[in-house]
């Protein structure tokens, strides 16, 4: 709990940072400072009631409450206007992340289509922190989806892997990061990526130059207070994480890739991502009026669920949680089976009288996220709800869904060389990003 934090019985426990600069700071000592963060502590007596939500932890035993998410980090709700508008400009449907409201909230989004639509120019911006040798499906959200923005706005995408990060956060080696790297790196290329218009880089390989510079810039113009209230770090972490985020809020500047934007610091920047990376670029939302460079849009997620329900997102570090891009059917069976949590009642005839739960129900979030057509998800709900289709039916289509993907990515991955990295990650032009 930070300095000032007063104990209210019924309240969330929140940390929050606004974009808002403190009132009644002096102009020089503002200019030294930067914009220091408005930090919004509540607590929660009853611990089973309490949400977290940080870039390394989400928890919340009675599932997120992304409404209050979306009120105290303030950004804005994805509606369907913005939606259509989408669809319109870029003359495709829309996603089903966008349409079933998986990707759900903004920051800015609207001045990027306007930008789109006059006919100016954007880049995207989304990475990956690799701490485990395959990716699960819930990694897949944001490359899955950040691919269909590339290929519907046609425009170039930078994909940064925070080997650095891992390090200094989890039990491991430089080597095994830069290691991991690569072969996530491989996995993000099976998603389809147009090697003209992406760019992957590591931290480990890439820092330095103009990218370096913007670090500095950012770390700068944030206090220690600041980066205590927005990610909770304390005397007692060693100085790498305090070092850290200014190195991922980089990329959201087109003037750290000078091979890709020569001269151009001005080009704006939309970043895809879940919500729980939200607080890195309110930072750098924050900063970049400081340092006279554009604040990045960004689009978020919701989170990809564990298996065992919404009280937490899936993580790689439990098998039982995840489903791995390289499990097999035998194994996607088996963990769909076992673990995913079901809404469905006690027993048949109960089932038959009551129906679902669709509100925990694990394998129809699944197929929310992962089932194409959106009439056989609405008849699956339908009949679910309403005790005419049995738990074991929906995990079957589900099993199904989620057998058909894996597969389609493993024979993707399979495909990518060694020689695709090193292409992906060479530092050079690309003269047809925007083409």
Avoid at 93 to 113: K, S, W
Avoid at 229 to 249: C, L, M, R, W, Y
Avoid at 416 to 423: G, L, N, R
């Amino acid at each position: 709990m930070g300095a000032g934090a007063q104990h209210q019985a019924g309240q969330p426990l929140l940390i929050v940072l606004e974009e808002t600069p403190v009132v009644g700071v002096p102009a020089a000592l503002e200019e030294e400072r930067a914009v220091a963060p408005t930090i919004t502590m509540e607590i929660e007596e009853l611990a089973a009631a309490e949400q977290v939500v940080t870039p390394w932890e989400v928890s919340a035993p009675d599932g997120v409450d992304y409404d209050k998410l979306v009120d105290r980090f303030g950004c804005q709700r994805i509606d369907a206007a913005i939606v259509d508008r989408i669809a319109h400009l870029t003359r495709r449907p829309p996603h089903r992340f966008l349409r079933r409201g998986i990707f759900f909230a903004h920051r800015d989004l609207n001045m990027i289509l306007d930008l789109y639509e006059a006919g100016e120019k954007f880049y995207l911006y989304t990475g990956r922190g690799p701490s485990s040798e395959s990716l699960h499906l819930g990694h897949l959200i944001p490359f899955m989806f950040t691919k269909y923005l590339q290929d519907a706005f046609k425009v170039p995408l930078v994909i940064q892997l925070t080997d650095d990060e891992k390090f200094l956060w989890k039990n491991m080696t430089i080597s095994e990061c830069k290691r991991l790297a690569r072969e996530n790196a491989k996995d993000i290329i099976a998603c389809g990526f147009d090697v003209e218009r992406t760019f992957i880089f590591t931290n480990l390989s890439y820092l330095g130059g103009p990218f370096y510079e913007n670090v500095l810039q950012v770390a700068k113009h944030v206090t220690f207070n600041g980066l205590r209230g927005t990610f909770g770090v304390n005397q007692e972490d060693h100085i790498g994480k305090v070092s850290f985020p200014p190195v991922q809020a980089a990329p959201s500047f087109s003037s750290s890739f000078p091979h890709l934007f020569p001269g151009d610091d001005q080009l704006r920047c939309l970043i895809p991502c879940a919500i729980d990376q939200d607080p890195y670029f309110r930072m750098t939302r924050d900063v970049a009026p400081k340092i006279h460079l554009l604040k990045p849009s960004l689009i978020e997620s919701r989170f990809f669920p564990a298996l065992q329900g919404e009280s937490t997102k899936m993580s790689a570090s439990d098998p039982k949680s995840a489903i791995y891009v390289t499990d097999s059917s035998k194994q996607i069976k088996a963990k769909v089976n076992k673990y995913a949590f079901s809404g469905g009642q006690a027993s048949v005839e109960l089932h038959r009288k009551l129906g679902a739960n669709l509100d925990v129900d694990v394998p129809i979030k699944y197929l929310y996220f992962f089932l194409e057509d959106d009439d056989e998800l609405d008849h699956i709900k339908k009949e679910y709800k309403e005790g005419r289709m049995l738990t074991g039916e929906v995990k079957q289509r589900l099993i199904v869904v989620l057998s058909e993907l894996v597969a389609r990515h493993q024979r993707a991955r399979a495909q990518v060389t060694e020689e695709m990295v090193d292409a992906f990650m060479a530092v050079r032009p690309l003269p047809n990003m925007f083409g």
